[in-house]
């Protein structure tokens, strides 16, 4: 039997873990269309990316490093594959280490390239053909993987090497709470990265394409440039919370990836929470995930007074949200501050710097020069 | 005569080039796409099955009602949403993410209902087939049909070409669709000359759901009704639109059947020239494909295409062939 006090341990930890993820996500899609205004409807796309690279890469991998017996199917035999690996990596925590770093950096380059090959048809085009675009891709990417057997074994979907098998022992039982650990640390590695790019040069040129195109063209801006760019790191990241979410699942299926739950959902934490404001989308993820979490914990108590499933008020509220929150509090719960420029002490040195002598090129400063 | 894969994506290609004038009639006034408008269509499927199954009726005595209906839904979109945020200057990626917010709160509520039909009546609320309510025709006059026509095939035949018929005599014979043409042109100036923009916009999105119920209830009458078909189809009516032009109703028409067509006869024709494949499963793909090579290399579709260019382009490529076939030759 679960204890009460266990039950808690377990909610709390499968919270933490699926909020980093979410916050993953939110903070790209914040550098999207928080930052940029791009209307990236099509966010299922790079996760789903992340995710088959989670289940092609580092079992692929494995099978070839690890002892199984080569007579095996990847896909016929994958149960048998995957306890062989699992095996292996149990005693060999820096093969397992290697692997899921691997799998990041992979499933980040490959969402990248996603992001640029979906918006590629749209990207100079208005905003509506571009949202139109993604979103049509997302669900190509989501059909080609459920069909397409190599990528993910298809229909029946495909486990993925359990990079955290070396926890045995007394470790095993604190396994769930490094992996929510782990994955905590990516997503603070994540929303710190959103929040230096937005204050980066390159973040107020994106602010600039955001609140005035043409402006920011006639300055010499590379708007559809800028697009690209926003959109491929913005699909790099979310690649990387799909792997996280697969090494989590420790299994990869197409038809997880649902446009509600990936795409529409993570809009939801970024309007709700605040566009433009990483502290403000990331309570926006938590509060959205902690409160659907506890519709689904809670949920036996409702079930028997409502004649119908009661994780339909769950989408409803989504909904409901999402327009009252357009309609009455368009800028979120934490708005967006002013964007932040240099100290006058720093700006004056710079330019006592630049006027009186010539600034060596591999000076400190070189991060106050405009990148863009 | 027909067989049987024609006249499925036949009717198939009708409630497509349904769909996608709907949507273009919206997006034509507001120029906000409707990713709401699969859901929106969906309540005309649940008309359908409710008449179907519970009131045990004919379902086509029910396409006024369906009409209705999806006006209804998609006018509760515009007045109680997108006007709102229209009034407060929203940008276009709020607007559309607007509609994805009700799209969401209208599918909960389709699940809900949904639910409320299986366990109150006891019958098969998701993955339901109704193409036995459908009334068959088995002799045209002299002629014996066999097999037997759906009868959905004639009515949305049908009601395509009244569509076309009243949508091109409403907008160039009637004093509304004058105002409707003058609104899209330039509203600031429709409004300044009289014209109330306001209630041109109210009525094109009452006419864009309306349009989506039935083309909903033709959908219940020949696929498998689900919950989630709605958003099944949204990237196929926005391929047919954006085809068509994205802001072209004739367009649209079109688009829907170039589409529809492709995406059934064509996923089949090409599975049977490579047997061994499995290329049926990809067939989703079809629409995708059709909005990237459209906006590719002609973003304002079939209708904003220029004639003389294409035929000039077509007679260098012609004499560019000829000239490597001859080379060939010699």
Known sequence: MVTGAEQLTIFTVDLLTLFAIYAIIVASLNLEFGYTGLPNFGKMLAIAGGAFIAGFVPGRIAFVLVKVDPGLEYCANNSRVMAAISGSLMVDPFLAIGLFLLTLVIAALAGGLLGFLASYPAIRLRADYLAITLLGMAEALRVIGYNYVPISCGTIGVGVADVFAWLTGPLSAYRSAVIAFVFLGIAALAILYSELLARSPLGRAMRAVRDNETAANSLGKDVVRMRMKVLVIGSGLAAIAGALFSFYTVSVFALTYDRVNWTFIPWVMVILGGAANNIGVTVGAFVFVAVRKLIVQFKHLLTPYVPFDVVWFDTMLVGVALMLFLLYRPQGLIPEKSTFTLSVDRLRGIIIRKTRQPVPRSAPASQDREAE | MLPPLVVDSIIYSSAIALLGTGLTLAY??????????????????????????????????????????????????????????????????????????????????????????????????????????????????????????????????????????????????????????????????????????????????????????????????????????????????????????LGNVYGALLGGFTVGLSEILGTFQLQSLFPGSNLLVYQPLVPIAFIVITLLLAPSGLTGVDRKLLLIRLRAVFSWLRSIVHGHGR
Request: aromatic content about 12%; charged content about 10%; proline content about 4%.
């Open chain 2, 28 to 245: 034509m006034t507001t120029k906000v796409p409707n990713f709401a408008h699969g859901t929106v269509a969906m309540t005309g499927l649940y008309l359908c099955l409710t008449s179907v199954r519970v009131w045990h009726s004919n379902p086509y005595f029910f396409l006024p009602v369906a009409f209705l209906v999806g006006g209804l839904s998609g006018l509760c979109l515009y007045l109680l949403v997108l006007k709102p945020l229209i009034g407060r200057g929203a940008s276009l990626v709020v607007l559309m993410i607007a509609t994805i917010g009700f799209d969401l709160f209208l599918f909960s509520l389709l699940n809900i209902y949904a639910d409320y039909l299986s366990n109150a009546f006891g019958i098969t609320s998701r993955s339901f087939f109704l193409r036995d309510a459908d009334f068959r025709i088995s002799q045209a006059g002299i002629f014996v049909v066999t097999p037997p026509l759906p009868g959905i095939l004639i009515v949305s035949l049908i009601s395509i070409v009244l569509l076309t018929g009243f949508l091109h005599l409403g907008l160039t014979r009637t004093k509304f669709g004058v105002a409707m043409r003058a609104t899209v042109e330039n509203p600031a100036l429709a409004g300044v000359v009289g014209v109330n923009v306001n209630l041109v916009y109210t009525i094109s999105w009452f006419l864009s759901g309306g349009l989506a119920g039935i083309a909903g209830m033709f959908v219940g009458l020949f696929l498998a009704g689900n919950t989630d078909l709605g958003n099944r189809l949204i990237p196929v009516i926005f391929a047919a639109s954006i085809v068509g032009g």
